[in-house]
């Protein structure tokens, strides 16, 4: 649809919404730069209430919840504030907002004359970084409504709908309006950048003869700017365009169109398209498969404006330079799809549609589950079904169910997106999925006051060791003489990837030393309070110490399952077992230095790698029998970890009150530390705490000093003072507000 057509709209079907409009006029204040304005809205030539959004980004350009660009100009004055959307002279709009009641109103312009074409409410708040789409990466295959509406959205206009039929997206409904045959773009949710390589390609199918195509578009923050790369089928043939459009400063419009057809080897109905970026080359490609290869139709130079049109025949342009051309280089385009009408107005489901749709970067290849997981999972899935010992079927789904813990559906308890979004991540985090990796950085986040940290606890015991205990009962199928090769269309690498025991037993122990580690510190209560926490240390008047944090937390470091004590242990002699299996592997001559596996050794490691065997092996008969820390024959500090994975070292219960940082006295009820230094007794305690200054030194008993009558208590912890009655000899007690009998002796 071009800008002269969508200018129209505004004029005389004020459905302003349905893109984003340009304007050209000196910069006004941006007071509202880094802001979203949602708007409830009515009228606009729409039948019903909606809801609209738009983002007002840096140097006064703006896009919509349909990821168009504009531009916008923001008027404050008293209680309105004015955003102009629209301003040609000629043609005005503009939304006015009132500051002091969050109304609003559309005002169209023309000819002098205005007249309110919506209405409704709105709010204005800061967005964060990660609503905006920059370089969203995703594969879509339509088997899924949720996923796809994650992308897409929603699509009703004009009496015309979008969604999924029989695993296809397409238009369907019949056209109230005969103006609108030609062009209805549906923008997926995406902003690609020209500084890095990609390629948004769909396959689709038109057996009604109507257009359907690929494209990108991209509008300037000026009126009438706009440029659109097409390809596509008729259903007979293949089709390309060029189209750029500008209102120049002479006042006239200036519509630069080429177009190129291919029928050559065209099969049928269905045909994929595709439209590369070079970030080097400076150009978009435009092309489709032509059986098992690329065919280019156009290619455009997007820093000069010069084309190179390589279709069979057809062009509504004899030169090959668009005119008035400026660099595209700093701009963001939007993938979207296009469909036409038929005469009849009137559009079946399964007329048209796309079978796929994906936008890829061709810089970072993504392994293939990270464009689909679920879809490799249902694939996996039916290769188990059908063979349960299939060794590269397990491998890659014990792989998926680590994927899996990181991209869990939202409505899962205790996944990862729950548990970020309460650690305070934005909640846009709940859409991510693999493919969304390198938009990871802009999700900034600020620790919620109301976290708690058991949630982390929940989270490993919940979802995180369940997901391990799954990878590693698929890794267990696996035979021990297998060997799988994993093409680069699953590893996303440029070349495939040999997977043998010593691999499988590696990944095996990896996981179950993950294991070990997320039971240990599931096992113990760390909750605290983010909130809390802060407060205290931000309180100017006293500093945060541990008589504190136990004061927040009573249990703090105590037990809080001790199944999850006897699961890490399990996790972790599992761990060193599979290893002891895998090292003599790696350590084989026949596979050192190698590289096209998992995990390789080379020969200077060999030293290392054997160092590290040896501190697991002691490790894992340290978890069974005690093991001497010393070793210089003292038996001392004789370690038994047999005790503390068996539940018996809770911390709280183990050690003295707090006071400060400090313990108030030495003395313990278990110098042994419920078993885990066996050897241990009151004089080792007593000297490590005092070698650590971790206890107040105190007397024992009263205490006399110089002369009487003060003494010191260590029941009271104060100066007292005594005196004789009654041939008996009183103190007068703090602790309980009254003179009681002297009967300790004094030391």
């Not at 709908?161 to 019949?174: D, E, Q, V």
């Not at 590290?612 to 210089?632: P, T």
Request: proline share 3%.
């Amino acid at each position: 649809m071009s800008i002269l057509l969508k200018l129209f709209h505004i004029s005389f079907y004020p459905s302003f919404f349905l893109v984003l409009c340009t304007a050209n006029w000196a910069y006004a204040s941006s007071s509202i730069e880094g802001k979203k304005l949602i708007l409830d809205a009515t009228g606009f030539g729409k039948s019903e209430p909606f809801i609209k959004t738009f983002y007002f980004l840096p140097n006064n350009s703006v896009t919509d919840d349909e990821w168009e660009h504009g531009a916008y100009t923001w008027i404050e004055s008293g209680a309105t504030g004015t955003v102009v959307l629209e301003d040609d002279g000629n043609e005005k709009f503009e939304l006015v907002l009132n500051l002091s009641n969050n109304t609003f109103q559309g005002i169209s312009t023309e000819g002098g004359q205005s007249t309110v074409a919506g209405s409704g409410t709105y709010s204005l708040s800061d967005y964060a970084s990660g609503e905006i789409p920059y370089n969203q990466f995703f594969s879509d295959d339509f088997s899924s409504v949720t996923y796809s509406s994650s992308i897409w959205g929603s699509y009703s206009e004009y009496g015309l709908s979008a969604g999924l039929y029989n695993n296809a997206y397409g238009l369907f409904g019949t056209l109230n309006d005969s103006d609108e045959r030609w062009s209805h773009e549906i923008g997926a949710k995406s902003l690609l950048s020209l500084t890095s390589d990609w390629v948004v390609q769909g396959s689709a199918f038109s057996q009604s003869g109507e257009t359907i195509e690929v494209s990108i578009e991209c509008q300037e923050n000026r009126i009438g700017f706009q440029l659109e790369v097409h390809v596509g089928t008729t259903g007979s043939t293949v089709i390309s365009s060029i189209q750029y459009e500008r209102f120049d400063n002479g006042g006239s419009w200036q519509s630069l169109y080429n177009s190129a057809y291919s029928s050559n080897n065209f099969g049928g109905n269905n045909a994929t398209f595709r439209i590369r970026n070079s970030a080097g080359e400076k150009s978009f490609h435009i092309e489709w498969l032509d059986g098992s290869a690329w065919r280019n139709l156009n290619s455009l130079n997007w820093e000069t404006g010069t084309l190179s049109k390589n279709a069979d025949y057809g062009s509504y342009q004899s030169s090959n330079q668009l005119n008035d051309w400026e660099s595209m280089e700093s701009y963001y385009f939007n993938p979207q799809m296009e469909f036409g009408v038929p005469e009849s107005l009137t559009v079946n489901p399964g007329d048209y549609g796309f079978t796929s749709f994906s936008v890829t970067s061709d810089e970072d290849p993504m392994p293939k589950a990270f464009e689909d997981l679920s879809s490799e999972v249902s694939r996996v899935n039916a290769l188990i079904a059908q063979s349960a010992s299939d060794p590269e079927a397990n491998l890659l789904r014990g792989l998926y169910a680590l994927l899996e813990f990181v991209e869990l559906d939202q409505s899962s308890d205790n996944s990862l997106k729950d548990f970020a979004v309460s650690l305070g991540v934005e909640e846009s985090i709940r859409n991510f999925v693999l493919s969304d990796v390198s938009t990871l950085e802009n999700y900034n986040f600020d620790l919620s006051d109301s976290f708690q940290a058991k949630e982390l606890a929940e989270l490993f015991e919940y979802s995180l060791i369940p997901a391990l205990e799954t990878a590693d009962a698929y890794f267990s199928k696996i035979g021990s003489n297998q060997t799988i090769t994993l093409s680069s269309e699953i590893t996303g690498s440029d070349e495939s990837i040999t997977v043998d025991s010593a691999d499988v037993y590696v990944l095996r122990s990896i996981v179950n030393i993950l294991g070990g580690l997320a039971s240990l510190q599931a096992a113990f209560d760390w909750n605290l309070n983010s909130g809390e926490i802060e407060a205290l240390d931000n309180d100017p008047s006293s500093e945060v110490t541990a008589e504190k944090i136990r004061d927040l937390n009573s249990n703090f470091g105590g037990i809080r399952s001790a199944s999850l004590l006897t699961k890490s242990k399990d996790f972790l002699k599992t761990a060193v077992e599979t290893y002891d299996l895998a090292s003599p592997l790696l350590r084989a001559s026949s596979r050192l230095g190698t590289e096209d596996r998992l995990f390789s050794l080379a020969s200077e490691d060999l030293s290392e790698e054997s160092d590290f065997k040896e501190d697991l092996d002691e490790l894992y008969l340290a978890l069974d029998s005690s093991h001497n820390l010393k070793e210089d024959g003292s038996t001392t500090d004789t370690l038994s970890l047999s005790n503390f994975f068996a539940g018996q070292v809770d911390i709280p219960t183990l050690l003295p009150e707090l006071v400060g940082d400090q313990f108030e006295t030495d003395q313990v009820s278990d110098p042994t530390l419920g078993g885990l230094f066996p050897n241990w007794d009151q004089a080792r305690i007593s000297a490590l705490m005092l070698d650590a200054e971790l206890s107040i030194p105190q007397p024992t008993g009263w205490m006399w000093f110089d002369s009487y009558p003060w003494v010191y208590s260590h029941e009271e912890n104060s100066w007292i003072y005594l005196m004789p009655y009654n041939s008996k000899l009183l103190y007068f007690s703090v602790k309980h507000n009254a003179w009681l009998e002297m009967s300790a002796t004094s030391n």
